[in-house]
């Protein structure tokens, strides 16, 4: 094992290593190409297909299931070649139902959201790979610091709108200025976690790990897609809804 304070890369120490057949950047690329194309695949047949009552049903189970399944990867990464195609059918229903739910609002909105998350996307992979931005573990650290700063704040609103439901109302509505900032950070905050998720593929295809764990590594990506959609999806409803005003 070797010694490191980064938790991702004493992770990477740990992984199997092989003499032959060691994962590869191709080998990554085509993992992530088969999840998000299962994912993305899945969230169509759910919004042509599925039945809204039917739906809520499938939001529920599908969040239950993905989440089970997540927190299985997380903790053992080898599980990833077989859980990884289940969990990207499950975040494919979610993500059908949900931009179901928006598109009912602003038509078109999906479509944009998907350019722009795939346009941030590229950036990261550009801003990586050119070396203008390194990840280290001060950079690890800090990004680190900032997700759990902002899922604090979003656990101490929670709390406080059980007390006052006005309070929710006021810092996540679409004409509140608050939800307004907040969802700007968190698609920064999401768009800076792409770089962690390039440097996690680097890291398993530098040590000549098994090859395996490429699932591991397009589940990263894939976990990082869908949650920078989902915060772009939020952030472009907000600034609809105050246009439209």
Not at 52 to 77: C, E, K, Q, R, Y
Not at 181 to 188: E, P
């Amino acid at each position: 094992m070797i010694r490191t304070s980064n938790g991702v890369l004493r992770k990477v120490a740990g992984f199997e290593r092989v003499s032959e057949n060691e994962a590869t950047y191709g080998g990554v690329a085509r993992k992530t190409l088969i999840l998000v194309a299962t994912t993305f695949l899945t969230a169509v047949f759910s919004i042509l297909f599925l039945p809204v009552t039917l739906g809520i049903v499938g939001l529920i189970v599908a969040s239950i299931a993905t989440f089970i399944l997540g927190i299985i990867i997380s903790f053992n990464p080898s599980a990833a070649r077989t859980l990884s195609i289940p969990y990207a059918l499950g975040q494919g229903l979610i993500l059908g139902m949900v931009t179901a739910l928006y598109e009912s609002v602003y038509a078109g909105i999906a479509v944009l959201a998907l350019v722009v998350t795939m346009a941030i996307f590229l950036v990261a992979m550009v801003l990586y790979t050119s070396g203008i931005i390194r990840v280290g573990t001060f950079f690890r650290k800090l990004m680190f610091v900032m997700l759990i700063g902002s899922l604090f704040v979003t656990l101490i609103v929670w709390i406080m709108s059980l007390f006052n439901p006005a309070i929710a109302s006021a810092v996540y509505g679409v004409d509140s200025p608050i939800a307004l900032g907040l969802s700007a950070v968190m698609v920064v905050i999401s768009s800076l976690y792409v770089l962690i998720s390039l440097d996690n593929v680097t890291l398993i295809v530098s040590r000549g790990v098994d090859e395996k764990y490429e699932w591991y590594a397009g589940f990263g990506i894939l976990v990082n897609i869908i949650w920078l959609y989902m915060e772009v999806l939020r952030l472009l409803l907000i600034i609809l809804s105050r246009a439209r005003r």
